[in-house]
T-cell receptor, first 109, second 119 residues
Framework: GQNIDQPTEMTATEGAIVQINCTYQTSGFNGLFWYQQHAGEAPTFLSYNVLDGLEEKGRFSSFLSRSKGYSYLLLKELQMKDSASYLCAVRVNAGKSTFGDGTTLTVKP | NAGVMQNPRHLVRRRGQEARLRCSPMKGHSHVYWYRQLPEEGLKFMVYLQKENIIDESGMPKERFSAEFPKEGPSILRIQQVVRGDSAAYFC?????????????????FGPGTRLTVT
């Protein structure tokens, strides 16, 4: 089976740094994705990791440890517009991706 | 370059009716994926299609649900004899290829979704 765990909710302050963790146990692994989803909207791609280590892209960074089945998304210099749901997804084979239930991040002034 | 298009954006059906959801992938994309999202939950994979072929339908309910991606025209997700439990947001995504080459990857681009309400 497929199992992806991430916290349900997180709260952080504008300008701060927040780390959203994701652990996974899947039958296959062809990369891990992070998506951002605002309420009522489509998910939008943030990052992709297939090798161990840190990928940095502006204010957002994503880390992967395949041996531990663990990833995190790091958001720096938080802005109010970062309030959204963050979805961790593992591509388990060429076409199929399994998503976690998402972490709802609330950024407060 | 238009993004992934889905229509209708909102669909209301009475129990027992049929729902047809359409998805036009991004230009140049030949791989389509359908997901269902219940309130406060993540996306659940339903089916992965290429033109004229169903590649992986392991997430599709065995009854009442079907999907196609014809040579011409949009991909269609069809739900027959809808029930209240079918009420959800249905997202379509597309990509140019299912798997990346070393150093490349192909993320899925999502459409705006169709919100199905069964009354």
């Amino acid at each position: 089976g497929q199992n992806i765990d991430q916290p349900t909710e997180m709260t952080a302050t504008e300008g701060a740094i927040v780390q959203i963790n994701c652990t996974y146990q899947t039958s296959g692994f062809n990369g891990l994705f992070w998506y951002q989803q605002h309420a009522g909207e489509a998910p939008t791609f943030l990052s992709y990791n297939v090798l161990d280590g840190l990928e940095e892209k502006g204010r957002f960074s994503s880390f992967l440890s395949r041996s531990k089945g663990y990833s995190y998304l790091l958001l720096k210099e938080l802005q109010m517009k970062d309030s959204a749901s963050y979805l961790c997804a593992v591509r388990v084979n060429a076409g199929k991706s399994t998503f976690g239930d998402g972490t709802t991040l609330t950024v407060k002034p | 370059n238009a993004g992934v298009m889905q229509n209708p954006r909102h669909l209301v059906r009475r129990r027992g009716q049929e729902a047809r959801l359409r998805c036009s992938p991004m230009k140049g994309h030949s791989h389509v994926y359908w997901y269902r999202q219940l309130p406060e939950e993540g996306l659940k994979f339903m089916v992965y299609l290429q033109k004229e072929n169903i590649i992986d339908e392991s997430g599709m309910p065995k009854e009442r649900f079907s999907a196609e991606f014809p040579k011409e025209g949009p991909s269609i997700l069809r739900i027959q004899q809808v029930v209240r439990g079918d009420s959800a947001a249905y997202f379509c995504a597309s990509s140019p290829s299912p798997a990346g080459r070393p150093g490349r990857h192909y993320e899925q681009y999502f459409g705006p979704g169709t919100r199905l309400t069964v009354t």
